[in-house]
C-alpha cells in the first residue's frame, strides 16, 4: 500500500511565535509594519531601476530580481502569520502546508543563487572592468537570473517531493509559524531513511555551492580592492560590495543553522527563533542596506522626485 494511503493528518495547528493573546496583537501589528515596509521599499526599487536609464546595470537588474523575489517572499508567508495572531487560531490544512512550503523554499533557494549571481557580477566588475561591459551583457544577465530562478524551483520540487511520499500521522501541532521542511518532517511517522540524505544533499547544494561562489568573490575582491592605489577609489568598490556582503551573512547564516545544523528537537523553539531573521528581518533589511549609501538611488529619487510633483 502506497504511504500517501497511511496519511492521516488533514490538517496542522501552527503554535506561532505566542500563546499570549496581548504578545499576539503586538507582534501582529510589528509584522504588518514590517510587510508593508518591505512591500513599498523592495517596489520602489524596482520603480526606480525602471525609471531612471542611468541605473539600466547589471547590478540593478539583479537587484530588481531580488527585490521581487522579496516580495513574494514575504507575500507567501507573513499574511498567513498574521491572520493567525488576528484569529489566534493557526489551523493550515495539509494542502495549503504542503504549498506554502514549496514556494517559500522555492523562493528561498533561488534567493542562494541570486545572491551567488550577484557577487559574480561585482567580482567581475571590480576585478576585470575592461570586460565586464562585454562577459557580462544583456544576454548574460538573463542567464544567471533564469538559472536562478530555475535551479531554485528545481530543488525545491526535489525537496517536496521526497517529503509527499512519506505519510504523516500522530501530532499534528507544528511548533512554528509557518510551515517549514526540517520542522514539517518532524512530524512524519515513518523512516526517513532514504528522504533526508537526498534532502540534506539538495540542502547542501543550493546553500555550499553558491555559498562557495561568493566567498571565492569577495576574496578576490579583497585582494583587488587592497591592490588599488587610490584610497577613494579602493573605498568605494568595497563599500559597493559590503551591503551585499551583509545581507548574504545574515541570510546564509540562519539558513545554514536551520537546513544543516543538528536538528532540535520537535518542542524546541530554535527553528521558528532562527526563521524570523531569513523570513522576516532580510527582506525589510535588503531595501534599507542597498539604498542607505547609494549616490545612484539617491540621484535617481531626486530625478523621479519632482515628476510625481512631490517637491517644496
Not at 495549503?96 to 541570486?114: F, H, N, R, S, W
Request: proline residues 4%; positive net charge; aromatic residues 10%.
Amino acid at each position: 500500500m502506497g504511504a500517501e494511503n497511511h496519511t492521516s493528518v488533514m490538517q496542522f495547528i501552527l503554535v506561532g511565535l505566542s500563546n499570549s493573546w496581548k504578545t499576539q496583537m503586538v507582534l501582529f501589528v510589528v509584522i504588518l509594519t514590517i510587510y508593508v515596509r518591505t512591500v513599498v521599499g523592495n517596489l520602489t526599487i524596482i520603480l526606480l531601476v525602471r525609471a531612471d536609464s542611468r541605473l539600466h546595470t547589471p547590478m540593478y537588474f539583479f537587484l530588481t530580481h531580488l527585490s521581487g523575489l522579496e516580495i513574494c517572499y514575504v507575500t507567501t508567508t507573513l499574511p498567513q502569520m498574521m491572520s493567525h495572531l488576528l484569529a489566534g487560531n493557526g489551523t493550515i490544512s495539509f494542502t495549503q502546508c504542503m504549498v506554502q512550503m514549496y514556494i517559500a523554499l522555492a523562493l528561498g533557494c533561488t534567493e542562494c543563487v541570486l545572491l551567488g549571481a550577484m557577487a559574480y557580477d561585482r567580482c567581475l566588475a571590480i576585478c576585470n572592468p575592461l570586460v565586464y561591459a562585454i562577459a557580462m551583457g544583456r544576454g548574460r544577465q538573463w542567464q544567471l537570473a533564469s538559472f536562478s530562478w530555475a535551479g531554485g524551483f528545481l530543488i525545491a520540487t526535489i525537496n517536496v517531493t521526497c517529503t509527499l511520499s512519506l505519510p504523516f500521522c500522530g501530532s499534528n501541532h507544528i511548533n512554528h509559524f509557518l510551515c517549514e521542511l526540517p520542522v514539517v518532517l518532524k512530524h512524519t511517522c515513518a523512516s526517513t531513511y532514504f528522504a533526508e540524505p537526498i534532502i540534506f544533499v539538495a540542502s547542501t547544494l543550493i546553500l555550499v555551492g553558491p555559498l562557495s561562489v561568493i566567498l571565492t568573490s569577495y576574496g578576490l575582491i579583497l585582494h583587488s580592492v587592497l591592490q588599488i592605489r587610490s584610497t577613494a577609489r579602493g573605498r568605494k568598490a568595497f563599500s559597493t560590495c559590503a551591503s551585499h556582503l551583509a545581507v548574504v551573512t545574515l541570510f546564509y547564516g540562519a539558513g545554514i543553522f536551520t537546513y544543516m545544523g543538528p536538528q532540535s528537537s520537535t518542542n524546541s523553539d530554535r527553528d521558528k527563533h532562527t526563521a524570523v531573521f531569513y523570513i522576516v528581518v532580510t527582506p525589510l533589511l535588503n531595501p534599507i542596506i542597498y539604498t542607505l549609501r547609494n549616490k545612484d538611488v539617491h540621484g535617481a529619487v531626486a530625478k523621479l522626485w519632482p515628476r510625481l510633483g512631490l517637491e517644496r
